[in-house]
C-alpha cells in the first residue's frame, strides 16, 4: 500500500527564498505550457504530448527565462506532469472535473513535487537544491519514498509531505463488536450501535465570533499594503486552527471505532444535498460528515475490516427497533419518540445506529429482506 507522511519544516531564510523562487517557476512553467496547449487545441483540435513540452524546458533556461536553472529541474517537470493529468482527468470526466486554469501568484497555498528525499534524523530533512533542512520528524516513514511535495499554507507555515510506497499493512487485532453501525450527524459527530457517542466539536461555531472580528480587522486594511498581508495570515491561522480541531476529532472517532469493531456499516448519505439547504448548511459543513465517512472507509481497508454503505432511503431513524414498525410521523425535532406499535422509547440516533448494524450485517451476509420485516434488531448484547 502507499502512505503519505507529513512533517512541518522550518525553513532559513535562504531556503525560504530559494522555495518561493521554485514555487514562482512552477508556477510560470505550468501557466505557460497550459496557454501553449490552449492555442494548438484551438489551431488543431489536438495537443502534442507532455514529454514534448518537457523537453522544451532546458530551451527556455538558455533563452528567455534563464532564472529556471536556479531551481530544482525536477520540480518543474513534475509541475507539468500534473497539468497532464489535470487535462486527461477533464477529458474523462468532462461534466465532473474543471478544465486545468492558470495559476495565481497571489494563492493562499503554493506546493511543487520533487524527488531525491532523505530522512536524515529526526530534527531534518534533506531536499534537492534546498539542502538540510529543520523539520520535526514526528514518526519515520515507512516502505520505500517515492517523492515529496513542498507546500506552504495560508498561514504562511511550510510543510513536507513524504509519499512511500510498499508500505506493509497495519495489523490489528479483531475487536470485540462483530458489526458496528454508525449514524453521522450534526448534533453529534458520530452514534455508534455499541452506545458511544461522540460529540460534535463545532469547531467553526465556536471560532465564529473570533474569526468575525479578524475579517473586519481585514476589511480595513488598503489593498496591497503589508498591513493587508499580514491580517490575511491571522484570518487564515483561525481558519487553520478550525480545521485542525476539526480533523484531530475526526481521526480519533474514526481511529476507536475501526479498532473496536470487525465490520462498520454506515449510512449512503447525500451530503451535497445538505450544503445546498441554506438552514443545514453551515452546520453540515462544520460536521464534515462527508470527511468521517471517507476516513471510516479507508482505514477499514486499512486494518482489514469489512465495510459497507446502506442505502440513503433505507429508514433508519423511523424504524423501531423492537418490533421493527415504521413510524412515519417522525419529524427531525424528535430526538426521542415512542414506537405507536409496541410503546417502546427510543433515542433517535442510537436506534438508527442500531438499525444500520443490522442492515449492513444483512448487506455483509448476503440475507434477502429489509427492514421492517418484524425481525428484531441486535442489541447491544447481540452484537458483541
Not at 8 to 19: D, G, H, T
Not at 102 to 125: C, E, L, M, P, Q
Request: charged fraction near 30%; include cysteine; glycine fraction near 8%.
Amino acid at each position: 500500500m502507499d502512505k503519505t507522511f507529513e512533517y512541518r519544516i522550518y525553513p532559513n531564510a535562504s531556503q525560504r527564498e530559494l522555495m518561493q523562487k521554485t514555487f514562482g517557476c512552477c508556477r510560470w512553467v505550468y501557466n505557460k505550457v497550459l496557454s501553449m496547449r490552449q492555442e494548438e487545441y484551438a489551431a488543431g483540435g489536438r495537443t502534442r504530448g507532455i514529454n514534448s513540452y518537457i523537453t522544451l524546458i532546458p530551451q527556455w533556461k538558455r533563452s528567455e527565462a534563464p532564472w529556471l536553472s536556479e531551481v530544482d529541474s525536477m520540480a518543474l517537470q513534475q509541475s507539468l506532469r500534473d497539468l497532464d493529468r489535470a487535462y486527461k482527468n477533464f477529458f474523462r470526466s468532462p461534466g465532473k472535473v474543471g478544465f486545468p486554469r492558470f495559476k495565481s501568484k497571489r494563492a493562499g497555498r503554493k506546493s511543487y513535487r520533487t524527488n531525491n528525499v532523505t530522512i536524515v534524523d529526526g530534527k531534518h530533512i534533506k531536499l534537492p537544491k534546498l539542502g538540510l533542512v529543520k523539520a520535526r520528524i514526528s514518526r519515520p516513514t515507512e516502505g520505500r519514498i517515492l517523492s515529496a511535495t513542498v507546500k506552504q499554507v495560508a498561514s504562511g507555515k511550510y510543510y513536507v509531505a513524504v509519499c512511500c510506497t510498499d508500505v506493509p499493512a497495519p495489523q490489528m487485532p479483531q475487536g470485540p463488536v462483530k458489526v458496528m453501525g454508525i449514524d453521522v450527524g450534526i448534533h453529534d459527530l458520530m452514534v455508534r450501535s455499541d452506545g458511544v457517542k461522540v460529540a460534535n466539536p463545532k469547531s467553526l461555531a465556536k471560532a465564529e465570533r473570533k474569526l468575525a472580528r479578524e475579517q473586519r480587522r481585514l476589511s480595513r486594511k488598503q489593498k496591497g499594503s503589508a498591513n493587508r498581508a499580514k491580517q490575511r495570515r491571522k484570518v487564515a491561522l483561525v481558519h487553520e486552527k478550525v480545521a485542525n480541531r476539526r480533523k484531530d476529532a475526526i481521526r480519533k472517532a474514526t481511529t476507536s471505532a475501526v479498532r473496536e469493531s470487525q465490520a462498520i456499516a454506515v449510512e449512503d448519505l447525500d451530503v451535497r444535498g445538505m450544503w445546498g439547504n441554506r438552514r443545514l448548511a453551515k452546520a453540515a459543513s462544520d460536521a464534515s460528515m462527508g470527511e468521517v465517512l471517507r476516513q471510516l472507509e479507508y482505514k477499514c481497508a486499512w486494518y482489514g475490516r469489512g465495510f459497507v454503505r446502506v442505502g440513503r432511503f433505507y429508514p433508519s431513524s423511523k424504524t423501531c427497533g423492537c418490533c421493527g414498525a415504521v413510524h412515519d410521523g417522525l419529524t427531525l425535532a424528535m430526538r426521542e419518540w415512542s414506537c405507536p406499535e409496541c410503546g417502546c422509547v427510543h433515542d433517535r440516533d442510537l436506534n438508527a445506529a442500531c438499525n444500520i448494524a443490522r442492515e449492513g450485517r444483512r448487506i455483509l451476509e448476503g440475507t434477502a429482506g429489509r427492514a421492517g420485516t418484524g425481525a428484531k434488531a441486535p442489541t447491544l448484547v447481540e452484537q458483541a
